[in-house]
């Protein structure tokens, strides 16, 4: 695999991972001294499904370092409508752009992509498989709020379907951070990511409920229940609504607990907890433009 294409969070070492949060801190720093680093290029935005914090940040994030975007638009007005291939797509739009930006609903489609193109391409969001930007401004959260090392994070909601847990799960494997999975049983970690996790010499401890874990965590990362990758409606029926939190839920956590989502929420999380210190996503949400223009400054100044 070329490693100037972001594909997963597997392809990660933790020197990768600091590389990219030490120049997101220096951009959130400076941000004026990287408005004109990478003036005249083009990022190509080729999103096959729904996003607003991924394909806005990323958009921004160009922006501000002095480029533009060339936006494929949504699947109804692209070429796609007619029969496109994704590989065709790609391979045109790698004529217009430095780098392309690719969210798509099957799993492996970046992969896929990746095989025809010689620009980077980065994958935002994969179907049921990886996000890995998404976990460098999660990393960037929660380096800033509690610190990557001697940490306890619970990853919490639909861990079956969830990319962003699947990336975060395996980057944080480079850290030194105990991992705890709460999610109804149909909705556990999948094989492959349980494999990885091992692999890399993880414990994957599960869990049903919150509770009795709560009091030792330092993260807490709701998801919310992937609905749009349920083969049947009964079987999302079923668990949609577990594990809500609201302010009672957090009774019995530190007082510093950092509360996480990758966003959207649906009601996973009171709006009561957003005016507490616990909130962190919004910021974690903000901070994907510093995270995302350290990556495309990296990714285009040919530094991978
Ligand atoms: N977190 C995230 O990927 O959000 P979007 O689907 O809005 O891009």
């Known amino acids: 695999m070329r490693h100037d294409h972001l594909l997963t969070a597997n392809q990660l070492t933790r020197e990768d991972i600091e590389h990219v949060l030490d120049r997101a801190a220096e951009v959130d720093a400076n941000p004026a001294s990287f408005g004109q680093r990478h003036a005249g290029k083009l990022l190509g ?79 935002a969001g994969d179907g049921a498989g990886h996000h890995p930007t998404q976990t460098m401004l999660d990393l960037y959260t929660i380096r800033e709020n509690a610190g990557l090392d001697d940490l306890t994070v619970g990853i919490m909601g639909d861990l079956k379907y969830g990319r962003t847990v699947h990336s975060l799960a395996t980057a944080l494997t480079n850290f030194d951070a105990s991992q705890h999975f709460i999610s109804p049983d149909s909705l556990k970690l999948p094989r492959s990511v349980r494999y990885d996790l091992h692999e890399a010499g993880a ?76 909130a962190r996503y919004f910021e974690q949400a903000h901070n994907g433009v510093p995270v995302r223009m350290a990556l495309l400054d990296l990714l285009l100044e040919g530094d991978s």
């Open 203 to 278: 414990t994957v401890r599960e869990h049903t409920e919150l509770d009795p874990i709560l009091p030792q965590l330092d993260v807490l990362y709701v998801t919310r229940i992937q609905r749009e990758r349920f083969p049947d409606e009964d079987e999302y029926q079923r668990v949609a609504g577990e594990y809500q939190i609201d302010t009672d839920t957090l009774a019995d956590a530190k007082e510093d607990l950092t509360v996480m989502h990758p966003l959207p929420r649906v009601d996973e999380i009171a709006p009561e907890i957003d005016d507490t210190d616990h």
């Open 45 to 123: 935005l080729c999103f096959f499904e729904p996003s607003t914090r991924t394909k806005m940040s990323f958009e921004a994030a160009m922006k501000r370092l002095g480029g533009d975007v060339v936006d494929m638009g949504s699947v109804d007005s692209s070429s796609v409508k007619k029969g496109e291939s994704l590989a065709d797509t790609v391979r045109v739009v790698e004529g217009y752009a430095d780098a392309l930006v690719l969210r798509h609903p099957l799993m492996g489609a970046a992969k896929m992509a990746s095989e025809f193109v010689d620009v980077p391409l980065v994958n």
